[in-house]
Each structure stands twice: as structure tokens, then as C-alpha cells.
């Protein structure tokens, strides 16, 4: 994830029940994945969602994408 992606997520204890926004926004990672899930796209979503860019699309699917990837444990 570049950087500059990376500064659009953010999360705050005190927000959305510090799961993963937008920019700060009450808008979740999640949100997004879901709208882009049931078959939205990418020009309906901004379209919706005015406020939000199309890097705060991208940075929503690499986030995920990084944290469905993680170390698999094997047992003896």
C-alpha cells in the first residue's frame, strides 16, 4: 500500500467504533467493500458518495487486501 493511500484510512477509538474510515469520515472501509460486494461500481460509487475519491476506493480494497493476508501457523 503506497503511503499516501495508506494516510486515507484512518481509525479512531472514538469513531465508527475505531473501525477503519475514510479519511476520517463516518464513511467504514467496509462500507465501500460492501457497495463494491453487491455489484456497484467504482463510477456509482463516487457518484453516490460525492465526498469520496477514488483513492479512498483503491485505499479501501489494499487495505483490505493487506489484512486478509497474514502468516499461517502449521502444527507438528
Do not use: F, K
Not at 467493500?33 to 460509487?45: F, H, P, S
Not at 453516490?48 to 489484512?67: K, T, V
Amino acid at each position: 500500500m503506497t503511503r499516501d493511500r495508506l494516510a486515507r484510512i484512518t481509525i479512531d477509538d472514538a469513531q465508527c467504533g475505531g473501525r477503519a474510515c475514510i479519511r476520517g469520515m463516518r464513511i467504514r472501509v467496509t462500507d465501500v467493500l460492501e457497495l463494491l460486494g453487491a455489484g456497484a461500481t467504482v463510477e456509482e460509487n463516487l457518484s453516490d458518495y460525492p465526498y469520496l475519491e477514488r483513492e479512498d476506493i483503491l485505499a479501501s480494497i489494499e487495505y483490505a487486501a493487506r489484512q486478509a493476508d497474514h502468516s499461517v501457523l502449521l502444527s507438528a
